[in-house]
């Protein structure tokens, strides 16, 4: 969030329908928000600690044009592409740099009724900008990445949105919408907004899309009302008040509202003092700034209040699934039988032969640590945040540590018992790295065996670099009808001292 250097003047409302139902439609109860899942506060601070650790190894900041932004990018593209989104990296120049926004779309959904997500992603120069605004460019990719685990199939088109150089006057959002026809924009039904949702003072404020506070610079277009409706009606369903923030231009929604485009969201404050009032309201305390790290080198980690980003990080979900509109809740394919996120032990088996020859880098659940080589990354963080299956999941003092040495590690999942009937899907996130010291003899596997064996993946090595990056694999396994299964993983350095890692997570089965 930047300083203001202009105030958004009231924008009359263009004729485009509200995000749901006609006008005046405000009146009505809130949608229900059951179906919504729970956004995991770990995985959301595990996708903090990411772009605190890109801060670290690129000058401290995440600023636009700097390789610390880049890399911001990559890892939030690389994490989309892997769980299924269509995804753009947009390009633009400002101040002679190349700036970058990360546009994500969910396959399926009306395509004439979209709804958007965004938060921008750079930082300032002084610091590595993790309240602002790290915490809600990971709030809403957790949100998108609920979004494929779930399979949510709304009824809406639904986009997100990582805007590059906010902090130098909304440029990377402004670049998006100047780029769109009028057409295109048309089609864009509302646009929801998360900047700075974790601040370490927190207050609780919702955009005020009807100007319902009388003051500031009025209300958004048609429907803007709405999605302050829906917002505020989570919060209330927790037991927690809020109070309207005007749209002051301050943030990305500013370009959309501009052009008539419903907008809406949730902000924690920044500079601004919190009063006795809002302290009574709210906790916390009175008399000082909602971040005293503002735009400066400690807004860390540490710059972050728990609760304040659940609730929010929550609220983005409660309103995706509201505001995108009647869907399902299950996966694409219906009934799920078997899932496995790797954040508990459901029952893996390392060895399960006994025959395994590897010396290191044998396959564990855990939090694997960001391992590269001369600038190939070779292990990632899990695909779903928190856990999965990795290679060695110890960076170590050398790329070459915990990578796997010396022949196959394998690890063999629970029994799963498959219905007799139907199609049934396995779907898993996996990847394989190496240096270009790794052969063909190389591999990762994937397994289903029961009375006969299907073999749902098989990647080879080469003698090439292979940065790892995460990919889903959907197979049908439909001919173990009825049987009883394991899921059975290897990976080999077969050859001379390669260089090799992977790592297997967010496995489902399920039967349509």
């Known amino acids: ?13 263009l004729a485009l329908s509200a995000v749901t139902g006609a006008p005046g439609a405000s009146a009505a109860p809130a949608p229900s928000v059951a179906a919504a899942p729970d956004i995991p506060l770990a995985n959301v601070k595990a996708h903090l600690n990411q772009f605190q650790s890109i801060a ?26 892997a769980a299924g989104y269509q995804v753009t990296v947009q390009s633009f120049t400002y101040n ?19 709804l958007m997500v965004g938060a921008h992603l750079d930082s300032v120069a002084a610091g590595p900008g993790i309240n602002d605004n790290a915490t809600g460019s990971a709030a809403i990719l957790e949100t998108a990445l609920a979004v494929a ?6 009824a809406k088109h639904l986009r997100f949105a990582w805007w590059g150089a906010e902090e130098l006057g909304l440029r990377g959002s402004q670049h998006y919408v100047n780029s769109l026809p009028a057409a295109e924009r048309s089609r864009i039904k509302g646009y929801l907004n998360f900047d ?73 404050g920044a500079e ?29 980690t540490s710059n972050v209040n728990d609760t304040a980003l659940d609730r929010n990080a929550d609220a983005i979900a409660s309103s995706v699934w509201t505001l995108a509109g009647s869907g399902t809740q299950q996966p694409p394919d219906g009934e799920t039988v078997f899932a496995d996120d790797f954040e508990t032990d ?56 915990y990578d796997v040495d010396g022949g196959t590690t394998s690890i063999q999942s629970p029994a799963i018992t498959l219905p007799s009937s139907g199609t049934l899907t396995l779907r898993f996130a996996w990847y394989l790295a ?24 098989n990647q080879a090595g080469a003698a090439t670099d292979l940065a790892g990056a995460w990919q889903t694999a959907t197979v049908d396994i439909s001919g173990h009808a009825g049987q009883t299964v394991r899921i059975v993983i290897d990976t080999a350095d077969a050859s001379t001292a390669s260089l090799v890692e992977a790592g297997i997570d967010d496995i489902t089965i399920t039967r349509s």
Request: with cysteine; glycine share 18%.
């Open 1 to 13: 969030m930047r300083t203001p250097l202009f105030a958004v003047a009231a924008v009359a409302a």
């Open 434 to 457: 190496h240096l270009n010291n790794a052969t063909s003899a190389d591999y990762l596997r994937v397994r289903v065996a029961g009375s006969g064996t299907t073999t749902a993946l």
């Open 346 to 401: 459901k029952g893996w088996t390392v060895d399960p032969g006994g025959s395994d020859t590897a010396t290191s880098g044998q396959w564990q659940r855990g939090a694997a640590q960001p391992t590269s080589s001369s600038g190939v990354n070779l292990q990632l963080a899990p695909a779903g945040g928190g856990n999965g299956l990795v290679t060695g999941a110890a960076a170590g003092t050398s790329a070459g540590a």
């Open 272 to 300: 601004g003092i919190k009063t006795s009032a809002q302290a009574q309201l709210w906790g916390g305390t009175a008399g000082q700034p909602f971040d005293r790290c503002y735009h400066r080198s400690c807004d860390t």
């Open 149 to 154: 685990r779930q399979g949510f199939s709304p």
């Open 196 to 268: 700075m949702v974790g601040s370490p003072n927190p207050g609780y404020f919702v955009y005020d899309g009807d100007n319902s506070d009388g003051v500031g610079a009025g209300p958004g277009p048609a429907g803007s009302a709405e999605i302050e409706r829906v917002i505020q009606g989570y919060f209330t369903s927790i037991g927690v008040p809020t109070r309207g923030t005007d749209f002051d231009g301050r943030s990305d929604y500013g370009p959309f509202i501009r052009v008539g485009i419903p907008a809406g969201g949730t902000f924690t």
């Open 96 to 114: 002679s740099r190349t700036g970058y926004n990360v546009i994500a779309d969910w396959p399926g959904g009306d395509p004439a009724q979209v």
């Open 56 to 81: 670290n190894a690129n000058g401290g900041n995440r600023a636009h044009g700097t390789t610390g932004y880049r890399a911001s990018v990559d890892y939030v593209a690389g994490r989309l592409q």
